[in-house]
Each structure stands twice: as C-alpha cells, then as structure tokens.
C-alpha cells in the first residue's frame, strides 16, 4: 500500500534525526524533566489554572473562553467570525476535534488549511494520519498527482521543492487577503495568557499577524504555569520531534501594540486589532481528576510514539478517531471521544513508553482504557 511506503519514508528520515538531536543537545533532556513537573502541578489544579489563564488573557488584553463542548466552542467562534470572512488556518488539533473548518464553510466563509499538511488533506478530504505530520500517509507521487487535480501549476515528475513552491505560491494571496486567522497553541502561559507556537513553514506567522484578528484555539491541557515553562515545551516538542532547532518560536499575548510614542503602550499596532483565546475542555478536565487517564494530558504532540510503534506501522490512519491516531491517539480518542475502541488494539510493545519525552506510560494507560472499555460492555 502507498501510505505503507510513505509512512517507512518519514521513519527513516525522522527517527535517526531526533536521536541526533538528544545527542548534541543534551539539555532537552534536561528540560523534558522540568517540563513534565510543571504540566503535573496545572493538571492536579486544573480548574484554577484555567481561570488564572483567562484573567491574564483579558489584563494582556485579549478575550478569553472556555468551551465545555465542541458544540460551545464552534458557537464562539461563529460570534466571532461572523459570515463571508476569508479565513486561513495554521494546524490546529483542537480545531479539527471541534469542526471549526467545516462549520465556518457551512456559514458562509472561505476557509483555507495553511500548514501544508493540512493544505494537503483538506484538498484530498482526508482526515490526518499524524499530530505533527498530518499528510504522512500520502506519497510525493500522490501529493503531485493531487495538486495537479486541485489547483494545478505542476508537472509530472516534480522534485519536493517544486511542489512546496507550488503551494506557497497558492496560499501567499489568501494570506494577504484574510480577515481573520485561526491557529492552535503548543502550550499556554498561565500567569501572562501568552499562546506559545512553534513552527517550520512561516505560515503560523502569516495567520497570527497578517489579518486584523486572531483567534487561538486549544485544550485546557496545554496550560502550563508561567511563560518559562512556555518556552521550555516548544523546546522540547521541537526536538522530540525531529525538528530542531525550530525555524520560528511564536509568542502571542494580546493584540499587537506599541510603545512608540513616549513609551506608553498601546494596541493595536501593524499586528491584529484584536486576540482572542478558546480553551477546550471536551473531557479534559474530568480526565484530569482521575490518576491515570491525567497522564494522557502531559502529551506534547511530538508524534514520536507513532513511529516507534508496530501497530500504529501496521494500521497507520486507521488506529484511531481523527485527529487522534497511534498510540497517543489511543489514549485521546477515549479521553474527548469516550472511545476504548482504539485502545483494545494496543500490543504493548512498550516503545511508546521508552520514547515519550514525558514519559508518560502510554502501555499502563491503554491496559486502564481496556479496563474500563470491557466495564461498559458489563
């Protein structure tokens, strides 16, 4: 099967990557330590944190929300955004368990994936195969034949760089002329409300800056407790992931501003006229009150336990409720989705376990899931 030969392709140019990485940077190692601690003390008060965020969100001034539901946070949204909008997107997990794409479509806007994975995806209208990597499933020869069919400008036979040419040249006119951007957030300081995001591509950037609003949408497990240890999981999720050092490190308090004229700050400056903050909890919260489902909530979508599992090489996209796949995914689909059915699919190789930079023991998790799976049936 193609999505087979794409998956071996990313393990091979990934995996021997990240080991690279660990070896000349040994202070991730380091702050993966450090950043697991931090993420325990937000998750055994959660509800506390949550509301400390949101005040600092409002004092940076920004609006912040949270939604209990998808349904609450597609409604927030849609207040927000109103109708007839061109709206572009940086890749956002939380987005996709929420619909956001295709509700503000349904309401009339033009709306564009910018991460070119998920640019990828959303003209295949596939859901994605990986949390870092959501097109991995598609072979270059697919992804040419694809664009070919969708907004054409390539050839047979085009090299890799042609065809990233290709759509940088397509979204560069959307980014110039969106009104609002949509992006997610890697981790979310609760004592300054800053949205912390890493990237590759620049076009995380083009959507947090370029239009007259942003709006940030993510789970209440990305809170952490100050903007040191903001920094510390870009840190650490860019090189667990093989990407190291990151292109860009984004941080986001508010709407843009200036202190130009007699140093007294003001907003909005070039940037937004206005930042928005969407916190989702979709199960979080409950998940966090129980002892072993809140280790699920440490993970920093690194998407290193995808590639060093048997099972998820074996069924790929199909383990798992988008965009939740692999074997955090297992774990995810039954935290927001209340689905143990991924879960029963674990083999318990336990290289998850050993490669998880907050050693989180994905094994000992999905055995809980299946417990409590088999308890329903009952």
Same mark, same amino acid.
């Given at each position: 099967?193609?999505?087979?030969?794409?998956?071996?392709?990313?393990?091979?140019?990934?995996?021997?990557?990240?080991?690279?990485?660990?070896?000349?940077?040994?202070?991730?190692?380091?702050?993966?330590?450090?950043?697991?601690?931090?993420?325990?003390?937000?998750?055994?008060?959660?509800?506390?944190?949550?509301?400390?965020?949101?005040?600092?969100?409002?004092?940076?001034?920004?609006?912040?929300?949270?939604?209990?539901?998808?349904?609450?946070?597609?409604?927030?949204?849609?207040?927000?955004?109103?109708?007839?909008?061109?709206?572009?997107?940086?890749?956002?997990?939380?987005?996709?368990?929420?619909?956001?794409?295709?509700?503000?479509?349904?309401?009339?806007?033009?709306?564009?994936?910018?991460?070119?994975?998920?640019?990828?995806?959303?003209?295949?209208?596939?859901?994605?195969?990986?949390?870092?990597?959501?097109?991995?499933?598609?072979?270059?020869?697919?992804?040419?034949?694809?664009?070919?069919?969708?907004?054409?400008?390539?050839?047979?036979?085009?090299?890799?760089?042609?065809?990233?040419?290709?759509?940088?040249?397509?979204?560069?006119?959307?980014?110039?002329?969106?009104?609002?951007?949509?992006?997610?957030?890697?981790?979310?300081?609760?004592?300054?409300?800053?949205?912390?995001?890493?990237?590759?591509?620049?076009?995380?950037?083009?959507?947090?800056?370029?239009?007259?609003?942003?709006?940030?949408? &993510?789970?209440?497990?990305?809170?952490?407790? &100050?903007?040191?240890?903001?920094?510390?999981?870009?840190?650490?999720?860019?090189?667990?992931?093989?990407?190291?050092?990151?292109?860009?490190?984004?941080?986001?308090?508010?709407?843009?501003?200036?202190?130009?004229?007699?140093?007294?700050?003001?907003?909005?400056?070039?940037?937004?006229?206005?930042?928005?903050?969407?916190?989702?909890?979709?199960?979080?919260?409950?998940?966090?009150?129980?002892?072993?489902?809140?280790?699920?909530?440490?993970?920093?979508?690194?998407?290193?336990?995808?590639?060093?599992?048997?099972?998820?090489?074996?069924?790929?996209?199909?383990?798992?409720?988008?965009?939740?796949?692999?074997?955090?995914?297992?774990?995810?689909?039954?935290?927001?989705?209340?689905?143990?059915?991924?879960?029963?699919?674990?083999?318990?190789?336990?290289?998850?376990?050993?490669?998880?930079?907050?050693?989180?023991?994905?094994?000992?998790?999905?055995?809980?899931?299946?417990?409590?799976?088999?308890?329903?049936?009952?």
């Amino acid at each position: 099967m193609s999505w087979e030969i794409a998956v071996e392709r990313a393990i091979n140019n990934n995996v021997p990557r990240v080991y690279k990485i660990l070896k000349e940077h040994p202070y991730i190692l380091d702050l993966a330590k450090e950043l697991r601690e931090a993420k325990l003390k937000v998750l055994e008060n959660l509800d506390y944190y949550v509301d400390k965020t949101l005040d600092s969100v409002k004092r940076a001034g920004g609006h912040g929300y949270l939604a209990s539901t998808p349904e609450e946070a597609r409604e927030i949204v849609g207040k927000i955004v109103g109708k007839g909008k061109t709206v572009v997107m940086g890749k956002s997990m939380v987005a996709y368990e929420a619909g956001i794409r295709e509700f503000l479509i349904r309401q009339g806007n033009e709306v564009w994936e910018t991460d070119l994975g998920e640019f990828l995806i959303q003209l295949a209208n596939q859901p994605p195969s990986h949390i870092i990597a959501p097109a991995i499933h598609l072979t270059k020869e697919e992804v040419e034949k694809l664009l070919k069919e969708k907004i054409g400008g390539v050839h047979e036979g085009s090299t890799h760089e042609e065809l990233v040419a290709r759509v940088r040249q397509f979204l560069r006119e959307k980014f110039v002329n969106a009104d609002v951007g949509i992006t997610g957030a890697n981790a979310v300081a609760s004592d300054t409300g800053t949205i912390a995001l890493i990237e590759n591509e620049g076009n995380i950037r083009f959507s947090s800056i370029s239009p007259a609003m942003h709006i940030a949408i &993510t789970g209440v497990d990305k809170i952490v407790p &100050t903007l040191a240890d903001a920094t510390k999981e870009v840190l650490v999720q860019s090189a667990f992931a093989g990407l190291y050092p990151p292109t860009y490190v984004n941080f986001t308090s508010g709407p843009s501003s200036t202190a130009d004229i007699e140093m007294k700050r003001v907003s909005p400056a070039h940037g937004p006229k206005e930042f928005h903050l969407i916190l989702l909890d979709n199960g979080r919260i409950k998940a966090s009150k129980d002892p072993v489902l809140r280790e699920a909530l440490l993970c920093i979508r690194c998407g290193r336990c995808h590639l060093h599992c048997p099972v998820y090489r074996a069924l790929g996209v199909k383990w798992g409720d988008p965009p939740f796949t692999g074997p955090m995914g297992a774990m995810w689909s039954y935290v927001v989705y209340n689905d143990p059915k991924p879960a029963m699919y674990c083999a318990h190789s336990g290289n998850c376990k050993e490669v998880c930079p907050m050693k989180i023991n994905i094994p000992k998790v999905l055995e809980y899931i299946k417990w409590k799976g088999n308890k329903q049936k009952a």
